[in-house]
């Protein structure tokens, strides 16, 4: 009987991401027979002497990283183990040019990892390319449609105090820059201009591992509030947090989704889109993989607001259009891009890294 391959998954501290959800998503749907995973948060100021303990006491075959940091490595190279990279986040390699931690930090982890999981082909284009080669792209989708609770507008427009018939656009996203809440906002005002009967939403949580992170979010969720008043939106728009545990009843509760940002895959499009809500996304990074466009969604040009601006009110004008659109996408995410589909193939290169090492010895690790 074939065991199922031990493996430790090494988080970062810090708040709830997109990111984060798909990938617990992703390792809570690996099949029991095939892994046995151990979660573990990364410890203070990066000591692993807590971790190399676990991985002793669990027989730990793989670790596995979720963070930019070089602790998870640490303790995967003390125990003479291979080393998994799991880069999920385009914020680790914005295709802007600014850097969460510096490149040569970034290659240095991947050269020295077994493997590096990317979560689609335009977020591994952004590695370099010694990295690109042992790289693979496994979607960080935490969602499986058929698992979906049911779609339920009103309860969204009630907690709103907003009327049935009200269309409700909006965007989900943790409150930093990259997110790209301005584009929204212009987008709004231009919308608003045509169907002033149009509310807008912009949910979110504070972004950042650290205090002083949370703080910059902090300071960056002011600035929002002050662009709405600024463009004349007060009253029109909802800026507010929500409760994690009720975060698909705040995407279904959406008449149109909005995601002007640039996603490695983007967890909220693949929730929106399981939840049967018609998409409206920038045409960059995970969106062209998660859809076709005037299929499954809307791609518009990424840095557009009047675009976005233009699709959405093409769709508010057509609601059939809207709805063909949305069950293509749900289709289209639960053939291809289900949490299920993606903990098979993880847990298939779990086992070819614990079958390496046990063959080959300590040189497994950089494979």
């Known amino acids: 009987m074939i065991k199922p391959v031990r493996v430790l998954v090494v988080l970062e501290n810090g708040g709830i991401t997109g990111a984060a959800i798909g990938l617990a998503g992703i390792l809570k749907a690996l099949p029991r027979s095939e892994a046995a995973v151990t979660v573990a948060r990364l410890p203070a100021r990066g000591r692993t002497t807590a971790l190399e303990r676990l991985i002793r006491r669990r027989k730990i075959e793989v670790v596995q990283s979720a963070s930019p940091s070089a602790g998870g490595l640490a303790a995967a190279w003390q125990a003479n183990l291979p080393h998994l990279w799991y880069l999920s986040s385009v914020e680790m390699l914005r295709p802007d040019g600014s850097e969460r931690i510096p490149l040569s930090t970034l290659t240095l982890i991947g050269q020295l990892s077994a493997g590096i999981i990317v979560s689609s082909k335009g977020m591994k284009r952004l590695l370099p390319a010694a990295l690109q080669r042992k790289s693979r792209v496994i979607p960080n989708s935490g969602v499986d449609p058929a698992a979906m609770p049911a779609r339920k507008p009103d309860w969204l427009k009630r907690k709103l105090r907003l009327r049935d018939e009200t269309p409700l ?199």
């Open 169 to 367: 656009v909006g965007m989900i996203g943790n409150f930093y820059p990259a997110k790209r809440h301005a584009d929204f906002l212009k987008a709004a005002r231009m919308i608003r201009r045509r169907r002033p009967d149009c509310r807008f939403l912009i949910a979110g949580l504070p972004a950042g591992a650290t205090p002083a992170a949370r703080k910059i979010s902090a300071r960056y969720r002011r600035k929002i509030d002050g662009m709405i008043r600024t463009l004349g939106l007060t009253g029109r728009v909802t800026l507010t947090r929500y409760r994690p545990a009720e975060r698909f009843r705040w995407i279904g509760g959406l008449d149109l989704l909005l995601a002007p940002a640039w996603e490695s895959l983007g967890q909220g499009l693949l929730e929106g889109a399981a939840c049967g809500v018609p998409i409206i996304s920038a045409n960059v990074g995970g969106a062209k993989e998660l859809f076709s466009n005037g299929k499954s969604a809307r791609l518009v040009p990424f840095g557009r607001p009047d675009r976005i601006a233009e699709a959405a009110l093409a769709l508010l004008q057509n609601p059939k259009q809207a709805e063909a659109l949305a069950r293509q996408a749900r289709t289209r995410i639960s053939r291809r891009f289900s949490a299920s589909a993606q903990a098979k193939r993880l847990a298939a290169l779990y086992r070819t890294l614990a079958a390496r090492r046990h063959s080959t010895g300590p040189s497994s690790r950089t494979a």
